[in-house]
């Protein structure tokens, strides 16, 4: 498959806060170095997210030379280091996401905590990925293809705090065969950030990733986990938090998933075979299976 190439790159340092685009990243165990690397949870340690709180969109998420930076368009921001100050400045808070409860993350301390539930309306706290986090991916989620090294080694596959897997993948002409859609039935085109993903590929046929079974991007191969079941999150604007119906309701005429109808994918969920290296604009794409 020539011509196929990696030609979008996004992070997002803060999980359901405003993503950055990158033209190179390294790669480590948990995916993407500064991905979904800190959350936000309330008080009893329960991420949260813009599928309720659509105005966490509006905060931005970067790392400078400082650490992690949260800032708005309205308020001064907030800086957090990216580790603990040694042993004694940690501090450990069990939170959860999704079914994975008790999770052992780092409390960011009072500061960014005041910063965001001043934000977001709602009292909060910011989680951190130390030393003694732990998020193994589960066994069902693994590719188990004959021949696939991943299905081996259960134990060994790990992720950050993002929703399900360390990589989501779209493709370019995925996302404009359905602007073309919306365009058809007056409905304004939508920017490649509706739908968080960390790895846009260009120079393949719409929708040709679902078809994928392991890809290798540069020197790094991938497993596919699955489709990527979408939310209300992809109606929502990711720089003014605002809210309406599309794609989901022009999604749901077409890409609904044949054994669990109530599903809508758009996109693959990927899994690293190789733990390090480096993904850069304009990397190859070869389909190993």
Known sequence: MSGVRL?????????????VAADSVEVDSLGIVGDRRFMVVDESGRFLTQRTLPCMATVKASIGRFGLELST????????????????????????????????????????????????????????????????????????????PISGARNSHFMSFADAFPFL????????????????IGERALPMNRFRPNLV?????????DEWKRIRIGKLVFSVGGPCARCVVTTTDQVTGDRG???????????????????????QNLIHEIKSGTLSIGDQVEVLD
């Open 169 to 184: 993948l779209l493709g370019e002409a995925s996302l404009d065969d359905l602007n073309r859609r919306l365009d058809s």
């Open 7 to 19: 030609s979008g790159l996004y992070f997002y340092p803060v999980k359901s806060l405003r993503g």
């Open 245 to 267: 119906v599309e794609p989901l309701r022009t999604l749901s005429n077409y890409r609904r998933d044949p054994a669990q109808p109530a599903k809508v994918n758009f996109g």
């Open 73 to 148: 368009d309205r308020l001064a921001g907030v800086r957090v280091e990216l580790a603990a100050s040694g042993a004694y400045g940690r501090s450990l808070r069990k939170v959860t996401i999704w079914s994975d409860e008790n999770l052992a993350a780092e409390d960011c301390g009072d500061e960014p905590a005041a910063w965001l539930s001043q934000v977001l309306g709602i009292k909060c706290r910011l989680a951190r990925i130390g030393v003694e986090f732990s998020r193994p991916i589960p066994p069902h989620k693994l590719p188990g293809m004959p021949g696939n």
């Open 201 to 209: 590929i260009a120079g393949s046929a719409p929708y040709a990733e």
